[in-house]
């Protein structure tokens, strides 16, 4: 071969070698990373965490092989929740899932470029992290758990099962339930109109939860609202035990408590809004941005009662209140 075709082939093989290279390199897989504030182990983050895989995986996202989730869980705990946001945004995702009120306050501290779509959220423009539902305006949009009426509804029912109740508490944790005063004047104005006495009961703990029933217990014809509130999850089994110790009748806003027993539940199908959660940060990788993408508001709400738990109080459930149930446990 002559010396100059020799020199223009090598050119030539030297020009399509990078192609190829690069045609070899496994394409770039999108990044997606998700904030629990409940800890790990606790059953209702489970069911927040499984519900959220499940249908990201059915709009065809798998991970390993075409997407990477990041999971982080907050413990509860504040100062931790500031600290895994910082690890998730440095990971610079293309997505950001936070589940609960203060996670999303967390992420939002740290980008406000990566979108982040939130479940289980109560008040997003009180707290800040939209404009308005129809037009949140910026890199934060998701999915409403409740809205303040029912404090009411919760009221009502607990009147219902337990007639005799003339005072009750309304229990959260301050630090992690920041908008409890979204709840708390409804609350109130809900009691005066069925003269009962409201108790406003701020935990930070397991401790302050048990001694607070253990306070109230002896009262007599008390009884107690467990708030939406992420630290619920862990105070639950302290909750339920000082409840039947006590003869508390509690009603709660997560189905799971009632199922593990808990007296009664009335609140939203969480795993609904974490199905929505994966399927808004599925349209984000698709190009969608979070601006475009109004808040949603709950729409349907179950009523889920533990009969054999009612029993044990003491309590009978009037048939009216059955034949509304969603579900009765026995």
Known sequence: MRRRD????????????????????????????????????????????????????????????NVHLDYRWGDGKVDRMRMLAKELVALKPDVLVAMTTPATAALQAETRAIPIVFAAVSDPVGSGFVASLPKPGGNVTGFIDIEASLSGKWLDLLRRIAPSVTHVAFMFNPQTAPFAHYYLETFRSAAAAMAIEPIEAPVHNTSDVAAFMKELGPKGDAGVIVMPDTSSGSYFETIRSSAARYRLPTIYPFRLFAADGGLMSYGVDYRNLLYGAAAYADRILHGAKPQDLPVQLPTKFELVINLKTAKALGLTVPPTLLATADEVIE
């Open 6 to 65: 020799f020199i223009a082939l090598l050119g030539a093989a030297a020009a399509v070698w990078p192609l190829a290279a690069r045609g070899e390199q496994p394409e770039k897989r999108p990044r997606v990373g998700v904030l629990n504030s409940i800890a790990r182990t606790v059953p209702l983050a489970q069911e927040w965490d499984t519900a959220f895989h499940k249908r990201f995986h059915e709009l065809g996202w798998i991970d390993g092989r």
